[in-house]
């Protein structure tokens, strides 16, 4: 596994070793000693989730208050925008934010640490999202940050009106939102 470094410290992009053939691919997506010894994280994923998604649908950027989780993103179908926001006031990179592109055709994964809200767009017509968490879902915990805050500009490769839900719509820009220490 090669491990790319981004801006953020700790947000990395994962490219998987892959053997192809006539037949089509392998490669493995997830070895947890694997992963641990090319990040030098330590981590037990405990919950797994698959989104599908239209073009434009944008989702995020979200993050748990308690029960924070760090994921582990890959796109099976499709392309996405993906995008992390550090949101630890201790960090010299509070409020920075990194986006890649994500691709069923590059394989790669994205490893967001918890501390981070996350988000994504999708490009092409429909995106099939797989990723793994390190902390159960729970919604009493779940934020939202303004996809939209002008203070973070993150800029989103949109081609029209994103389609976000009502929880996304309400999310609160960084300077009110709930963060980490």
């Not at 995008?83 to 967001?112: H, M, N, Y």
């Not at 009493?140 to 490769?157: G, M, Q, V």
């Not at 839900?165 to 309400?170: E, T, Y």
């Amino acid at each position: 596994m090669k491990v790319i470094r981004t801006a953020l410290p700790g947000v990395l992009l994962l490219e998987p070793k892959v053997f192809g053939d006539a037949r089509g691919f392998f490669f493995e997506s997830y070895n947890k000693r694997a992963f641990q010894e090319a990040t030098s994280v330590d981590v037990d994923f405990v919950q797994d989730n698959y989104s599908r998604s239209a073009k434009n649908v944008l989702r995020g950027l979200h993050y748990q208050i308690r029960q924070p989780q760090g994921k582990l993103v890959r796109v099976l179908q499709g392309e996405i925008r993906d995008v992390a926001v550090d949101i630890r006031r201790s960090s010299p990179t509070f409020g920075k934010w990194v986006s890649f592109a994500l691709t069923s055709e590059s394989k790669q994964a994205a490893w967001v640490p918890a501390g981070h809200a996350h988000g994504f767009v999708v490009i092409s017509d429909f995106a099939e999202v797989h990723y793994k968490a390190t902390d159960y879902y729970a919604p009493e915990h779940e934020r939202s940050l303004l996809w939209s805050d002008p203070k973070l500009a993150i800029d989103w490769p949109l081609s029209g009106a994103p389609i976000v839900s009502d929880k996304d719509a309400r999310g609160l820009p960084l300077r009110q939102a709930e963060t980490y220490s």
